[in-house]
């Protein structure tokens, strides 16, 4: 198997799926996130890895926004949003937290693959990755990738393409972006 070849199916599969998210749902979440006073983020493994880049792309476009666990860390209050990254919607630690910000009137939004799943009790709003996760429920789009790969890939465009769809809405001058980039490098 050649490079040529694999990179043309991983990319297939991620415009296959990022195709099939529900545009309404994610305006829904565009619209949370812009309600929203402070952004706090939560997942595990590699779901959190692509969940700190979209809190740094979204803190880009000037967006308060803070990932469970970091050491500066703000208390969260009922004028804030949690986004938790969970594909099965079944991860213990992102559970506990998203119960705990409801215990604090925060909004919860969730991105997973499995609508029907323990994390529905506490999110305000959902937006569906429909892709394959470790319940290998029906419905699922398939993948050749090892394990939850595609839904992490997903996740990460899907937040740089929320971060497109503030940038025009808000008809904000891409070079002065740069204000906001780390400049401590």
């Known amino acids: 198997m050649n490079y040529n070849q694999v990179q043309k199916e991983i990319a297939q599969e991620i415009s296959n799926t990022l195709g099939q998210v529900d545009s309404e749902s994610v305006a829904g979440l565009v619209e949370e996130i812009k ?3 402070k952004v706090f983020f939560v997942g595990v493994g590699r779901v959190l890895l ?3 880049a979209v809190a740094k792309r979204l803190a880009h476009l000037g967006i308060n926004t803070y990932v469970v666990g970091q050491i500066t860390e703000p ?5 804030d949003l949690l986004i938790v990254g969970s594909g099965s919607g079944e991860s213990a630690f992102p559970l506990i937290i998203a119960k705990k910000a409801k215990q604090y009137k925060a909004r919860v939004a969730h991105i997973g693959a499995n609508p029907n799943c323990s994390m529905k009790e506490f999110s305000d709003h959902f ?3 429909p892709v394959s996760t470790k319940l290998q429920l029906p419905n699922e789009i398939p993948s050749v990738q090892p394990m939850t790969s595609l839904f992490e ?5 899907l937040g740089d393409s929320i971060s497109l769809m503030l940038i025009r ?3 904000i001058d891409m070079p002065s972006l740069w204000k906001y980039h780390a400049n401590l490098e």
């Open 35 to 37: 309600k929203a006073e």
């Open 169 to 171: 809405e808000q008809n």
């Open 153 to 157: 890939q997903s996740l990460l465009l």
């Open 50 to 52: 692509s969940l700190e």
């Open 75 to 79: 208390a969260i209050t009922e004028k």
């Open 127 to 129: 937006v569906r990755i």
